[in-house]
């Protein structure tokens, strides 16, 4: 199918089975910058310059100069799988003592994901993705909210479909199992057939900051986006493979990965102590799981800080409506959890917190066998 309307006009964009795009054989423009990650890489790319990992380098140092956020609306449709994903490619885990490799590919696919970033009239914008599971509860029945707004709104049911039926995204992206590219694309068509409002303002923080969260909005009304196990699954694929996007060879299947299957203990991860969690680990509760970023160790070694990423039903820092895609710094001390929402995105522990708060669940940490 040809679309009328919107980006996916052109058959290069159609797939074969389990791959997303075909290759682009077009070679990206780079333009490092001054920005905060033009910066990082510069000083990546001055190090490995006359190495073979170079150009996957180049192929991920898209930074938008003007805004320092990733152009990621303009890479994905280009991506493709690495020939040479040394880089990227998770070896044995290492000690997280500062900012490990591992911590380093985490937080560079978490600022892909967790602040989706939208190419908008030339402006960069980034989405927070709402939290969709595809099941219903009793406090909130998810499925049959997302499932109710679909068919009482003909135009993005139609598009749904149309993308569907395409082969441009998979079932999974209506499931709670959506993928970067999915939710890219999602997007891109439902602006250009109107189907999510533009902000009056037209220029401005207040233009972009409307417009992201009427981005969101649509999303989590009408159930696009990723569950728990959705996110971690995709990545611990990356963390193998170094490549966002969901092929049919990734170890993990997100139709058929449910938390509990990521836990330490179960087959393929090895049950860790938390005296001995490294960024890379899983964490795992009843129902739910999170991947671990990045460790630290206070002075006295008497202390472990550890920052994760998840998404999550649970509103960040307590406010309403903050689902989604987050992370948060816990610590471990004299045996017991605590975590704060305190400097959640940033890259220190907040050490002298008063707001730690004590976490009296079960969890469990385990390691996936095939990093370690």
């Known amino acids: 199918m040809i679309f009328s309307k919107g980006i996916l006009k052109d058959k290069k964009h159609k797939s074969s089975a389990g791959k997303r795009y075909k290759k682009s054989k077009t070679k990206p423009q780079h333009a490092y910058g001054n920005s905060k990650d033009g910066k990082l890489m510069n000083m990546m790319n001055h190090s490995i310059k006359n190495s073979k990992e170079s150009k996957m380098m180049k192929m991920m140092s898209h930074a938008d100069t003007s805004t320092g956020a990733w152009d990621f ?6 991506m493709q799988p690495l020939e040479d994903a040394t880089l990227f490619k998770a070896g044995p885990l290492k000690s997280s003592v500062g900012v490990s490799p591992t911590a380093t590919k985490l937080a560079a696919f978490y600022e892909q994901f967790g602040q ?8 960069t914008i980034n989405v927070n993705l709402p939290y969709h599971i595809n099941s219903d509860s009793d406090e909130n029945p998810r499925k049959t909210i997302a499932e109710t707004n679909r068919a009482n709104n003909r135009d993005v049911s139609d598009l749904l479909s149309e993308l569907r039926s395409g082969d441009h995204i998979t079932v999974n992206a209506l499931n709670g199992k959506a993928s970067p590219d999915e939710l890219t694309l999602i997007l891109k068509e439902a602006i250009e057939r109107g189907l999510i409002e533009e902000p009056i303002s037209d220029e401005g923080a207040s233009y972009m900051e409307e417009y992201s969260k009427n981005m969101r909005g649509f999303l989590d009304k009408y159930g696009l986006s990723v569950d728990c196990s959705g996110y971690v699954a995709q990545v611990l694929n990356y963390l193998m493979d170094g490549n966002v996007q969901v092929e049919e060879d990734d170890f993990f299947n997100l139709d058929n990965t449910p938390s509990g299957a990521l836990k330490g203990g179960q087959a393929n991860f090895t049950a860790i102590e938390p005296e001995g969690i490294l960024a890379g680990d899983t964490m795992h ?3 739910h799981i999170r991947i671990i970023e990045r460790v630290e160790y206070a002075p006295n070694n008497n202390t472990i800080y550890f920052q994760t990423q998840e998404s999550t039903a649970a509103e960040f820092g307590n406010i309403p409506g903050a689902d989604g895609l987050i992370r948060r710094w816990w610590k471990y001390e004299n045996g017991q959890l605590f975590y704060t929402w305190t400097n959640a995105n940033q890259q220190v522990a907040p050490q002298s917190d008063e707001n730690w708060e004590p976490d009296t669940k079960t969890n469990t940490f ?7």
Request: glycine letters at 12%.
């Open 73 to 78: 609306l303009n890479l994905m449709p280009k």
């Open 116 to 123: 989706l970033p939208m190419n908008i009239n030339g402006e």
């Open 285 to 287: 509760l009843s129902g």
């Open 366 to 372: 385990g390691r996936f066998d095939e990093l370690s």
